[in-house]
């Protein structure tokens, strides 16, 4: 008990110099920080609109078939074959 009584005086018995962190220490930290939490946030992102992308891919789909056969099922324009 008397060691955790030394420890929590020497813990507040130090000078504020002690806990100082240069600019280039605080930069390299809030950069990490900053790095870190893009990742999450994209990650989250990727994960919440990946269905929306299925779901405008199989829209995309049907409306390409759904104008091929409207069109008698030639998907290619006219001009193409050209001879």
Request: without cysteine; aromatic residues 2%; proline residues 4%.
């Amino acid at each position: 008990m008397t060691r955790l009584i030394t420890l929590a005086l020497l813990t507040l018995a130090s000078s504020p110099l002690l806990a100082y962190v240069g600019p280039g220490a605080g930069i390299s930290v809030l950069g990490s920080l900053l790095g870190i939490l893009a990742t999450i946030v994209v990650a989250i992102a990727a994960i919440v609109l990946w269905p929306v992308r299925k779901m405008l891919k199989r829209r995309k789909s049907r409306e390409s078939l759904a104008a091929d056969s409207a069109a008698g099922g030639a998907s290619e324009d006219s001009t193409t074959h050209k001879e």
